[in-house]
Nanobody, 122 residues
């Protein structure tokens, strides 16, 4: 499955942004989907994930209450709604697909998309 994240951009602190992750090649409905991010000089960080049916979500503590993951399997797309953005949210955001259990460990994700850059200025 090929994944492509898009929707990034430059915003001010406190703004909102919605990222999308579109899939081609296979239906996403069989995969749990995760969002990760990586800032310059830092390791990749788990942001959140959603189960294949959309019934379960998990989030990193750093984004809990501000970010929401949703999915539309009919459109083969997963979303990351980011509210109350902070400068520390600046990163390249990636989506990934996991055929296994829902979780934060990127090593278990099978497919990765190219990232989209989010820049939050104060």
């Amino acid at each position: 499955v090929q994944l492509q994240a898009f929707g990034g951009g430059s915003v001010q602190a406190g703004d909102s942004l919605r990222l999308s992750c579109a899939a081609s090649g296979r239906t996403l409905s069989r995969y749990n989907m995760g969002w990760f991010r990586q800032s310059p000089g830092k390791e990749r960080e788990f942001v959140g994930a959603i189960s294949w049916g959309g019934g379960s979500t998990v989030y990193a503590d750093s984004v809990k209450g501000r970010f929401t993951i949703s999915r539309d399997n009919a459109k083969n797309t997963v979303y990351l709604q980011m509210n109350s953005l902070k400068p520390e949210d600046t990163a390249v955001y990636y989506c990934a697909a996991d055929r296994g259990a829902l979780g934060p460990d990127g090593r278990f994700y099978d497919y990765w998309g190219q990232g989209t850059l989010v820049t939050v200025s104060s």
